[in-house]
């Protein structure tokens, strides 16, 4: 059974660990990670950006999807289902079909009219028990065509945000999505911790979690990060287990060509790479 993403981060805040939300893309995304967090014992979140849910053929198919395995699978630790990025209309859309958390990402909005509308959503969520992840300052990269050079959140605006009664806060702190440049300046410290200080017990979220380093990680959740997001990693993984058991010819050998053979490498490495995050965020064990 699904749940909202608001308890497992306050405990996840209070005991200085962060959760996970790992994006999905397809079947075996979405089991390699079940099976992982299942595993470690750990929480988790699954995200879903508008264009991972397109893809997957509409938001009400991968609730059926995920709501099939964690029966199947016998899922037993606290699992989200969250919007990654979402608009408006795409928040109240996943709230429809029966999604356990959503953001809604007003960062690109005015502070008044990111406010207005996260005010209507917060007032829906808290309704129907789902958590509500909003944005303050873009962040960099790309995501789903929308591009940000990572610039830092303003803690003002932050704590106007926060007070909205919001679940958790994204804020930007010269994290980008994708892989970081070389010429990358680093996360500002400064700035989680001026944002911390006006939002207090708010789990804080950090996205473009790949290719961080471990030691920037840890840092950013003993200054209050209480989410991570990870995608780009898992698809890394994915494509070079891939590509190494077809440059191997496996897939010409017997039935290899089956598709759950062909994908199999891949589902196993998308495991492992979840299993080291969850290890370096702190979440092994916190189910």
Not at 64 to 90: K, Q, R
Request: hydrophobic fraction near 40%.
């Amino acid at each position: 059974m699904l749940v909202s993403a608001k308890e497992m981060l306050t405990k996840a805040k209070a005991g200085k660990y962060a959760v996970g939300q790992f994006n999905i893309n397809n079947l075996e995304w979405t089991k390699s990670i079940l099976l992982t967090a299942q595993e470690l014992n750990s929480p988790v979140i699954l995200g879903v950006s508008e264009g991972a849910g397109k893809y997957m053929c509409g938001y009400k198919t991968i609730v059926g999807m995920v709501n099939g395995m964690l029966e199947e699978l016998g899922i037993t630790v606290p699992v989200a289902l969250h919007l990654d990025h979402g608009s408006y209309d795409g928040a109240l859309a996943c709230i429809e079909a029966g999604f356990s958390s959503v953001m809604f990402d007003g960062s690109h909005y005015p502070i008044d009219e990111n406010v207005a509308k996260t005010t209507e959503l917060v007032k829906i969520c808290n309704e129907k028990g789902i958590s509500i992840e909003a944005e303050v300052g873009s962040i960099g990269g790309e995501e789903d065509g929308v591009v940000g050079a990572g610039e830092c959140a303003d803690p003002d605006e932050c704590k106007m945000i926060a007070d909205l009664g919001v679940t958790m806060l994204a804020a930007g702190i010269g994290n980008i999505h994708g892989k970081y440049p070389e010429n990358w300046a680093g996360l500002s410290f400064e700035t989680l911790d001026a944002v911390q200080q006006k939002t207090g017990d708010m789990p804080l979220v950090l996205h473009g979690g790949t290719g961080i380093p471990a030691e920037m990680i840890q840092k950013a959740i003993s200054l209050g990060v209480s989410k991570i997001n990870v995608n780009t990693e898992c698809q890394l993984a994915f494509q070079e287990a891939t590509r190494k058991y077809i440059e191997a010819g496996k897939d010409l050998e017997g039935k290899g060509f089956d598709p759950r053979k062909l994908l199999a490498p891949g589902a196993e490495a998308i495991k492992a790479t979840v299993k080291e995050k969850m290890e370096l965020f702190g979440s092994v064990g916190k189910a």
